[in-house]
């Protein structure tokens, strides 16, 4: 059982930044994609940014150039630098892996392990 736990949220103004972090128990599978979800209120859940284990990376349209996906093998963390925040990224944050599975990275179809989430609020 493969455990994640984010940390990092908080509040800030628009134009400020978060960095997110989301640190996994032991995992051992040789191939993965690890990424961040964000959850509106109201609305289903969205993929904002993932990384392969070979180091891939995708990102949604709404935060390109703005949000840096990055991973620490030798500490088994996912870290999410998100500058020039909008009151628009709002919302609950979650990390989540996969080993496998046919979805495009940034669906949530085939992602098996969720950390509870860390909620990131950017005021106008």
């Known amino acids: 059982q493969v455990q994640l736990v984010e940390s990092g949220g908080g509040s800030v103004q628009a134009g400020g930044f978060l960095r997110l972090a989301c640190a996994a128990s032991r995992y051992t599978y040789t191939y993965y994609w690890w990424a961040w979800f964000r959850q509106f209120p109201g609305k289903e859940r969205e993929g904002v940014a993932a990384i392969d284990s070979g180091g891939a990376t995708g990102y949604a349209d709404s935060v390109k150039g703005r949000f840096t996906n990055s991973k620490d093998n030798a500490k088994n963390t996912l870290y999410l630098q998100m500058n020039s925040l909008k009151p628009e990224d709002t919302a609950m944050y979650y990390c989540?892996?996969?080993?496998?599975?046919?979805?495009?990275?940034?669906?949530?179809?085939?992602?098996?392990?969720w950390g509870q989430g860390t909620q990131v609020t950017v005021s106008s």
């Open positions: 989540a892996r996969r080993t496998g599975g046919t979805s495009k990275p940034l669906s949530d179809s085939d992602y098996t392990y």
